[in-house]
């Protein structure tokens, strides 16, 4: 079992910025992924960035240029957030993906993110 811990949410201003932070516990296997997914109100959760444990990086279209994923160790990984909209405005979550054989997928509980003036 993975746990993972997020922080960092909260009110924003537009324009203004957060940095999300999550750190895994509990695995004795090497976690192979680490992202963020989002999901606002009556909508589906989408991939926000993900991280490698090599480091490659991905990102959903919205958020381009704008958030920035990365790894403190093998088991923390932040997301800084600029620029950001109204529209950005949702739980986000982070995920772990350990893979023994086959891929297992752990979720945080979510913090909330509000882009409102």
């Known amino acids: 079992q993975v746990q993972l811990v997020e922080s960092g949410g909260g009110l924003v201003q537009p324009g203004g910025s957060l940095r999300l932070a999550c750190t895994a516990s509990?695995?004795?296997?090497?976690?192979?992924?680490m992202g963020w997914y989002r999901q606002a109100p009556g909508e589906q959760r989408g991939l926000v960035a993900v991280i490698t444990s090599g480091g490659s990086t991905n990102y959903g279209d919205s958020v381009k240029g704008r958030f920035t994923i990365s790894k403190e160790n093998a088991n923390t990984v932040y997301l800084q957030m600029n620029s950001l909209k109204p529209e950005d405005s949702a739980i986000y979550y982070c995920?772990?993906?350990?893979?023994?054989?086959?891929?297992?997928?752990?979720w945080g509980q979510g913090t909330q993110v509000t882009v409102s003036s």
């Open positions: 995920r772990a993906e350990v893979r023994r054989g086959m891929a297992y997928y752990y």
């Open positions: 509990g695995s004795s296997f090497s976690i192979y992924t």
